[in-house]
């Protein structure tokens, strides 16, 4: 069992930047894909960000490419997603979410989610 818990979300301007985090319980964090989602009010939830087990297998959304960033801490049990160059485009409630298969899209565990909205 994991219970995932995301913070960091909050109110920023066009152009700034967030750093959202995901702290999990339990002692098997290191086994699980981490990805992040976001879903805005009126569209389908997508998936931002991907990072392996070990942290050195990482996929993006084309539209965060270059302004996003997952990164994980195994000894801290926290996937983190720094967020740069913000756009209002990415107002959204984002939750972190666990799977033991990289890429195999079957998230067992999700957090309950942290809003994020850019003003522009």
């Known amino acids: 069992q994991v219970q995932l818990v995301e913070s960091g979300g909050g109110l920023v301007e066009a152009g700034g930047s967030l750093t959202l985090s995901c702290a999990a319980s339990?002692?098997?964090?290191?086994?699980?894909?981490m990805a992040w989602f976001r879903q805005a009010p009126g569209k389908e939830r997508e998936r931002v960000a991907l990072i392996s087990s070990s942290g050195n297998i990482l996929s993006y959304l084309d539209s965060v490419k270059g302004r996003f960033t997952i990164s994980r801490d195994n000894a801290k049990n926290t996937v983190y997603l720094q967020m740069n160059s913000l756009q209002s485009e990415d107002t959204a409630v984002y939750y972190c979410a666990a799977d033991l298969i990289y890429g195999r899209g079957e998230y067992a565990y999700w957090g309950q989610g942290t809003q994020v909205t850019v003003s522009s």
């Open positions: 339990g002692r098997t964090f290191s086994r699980y894909s």
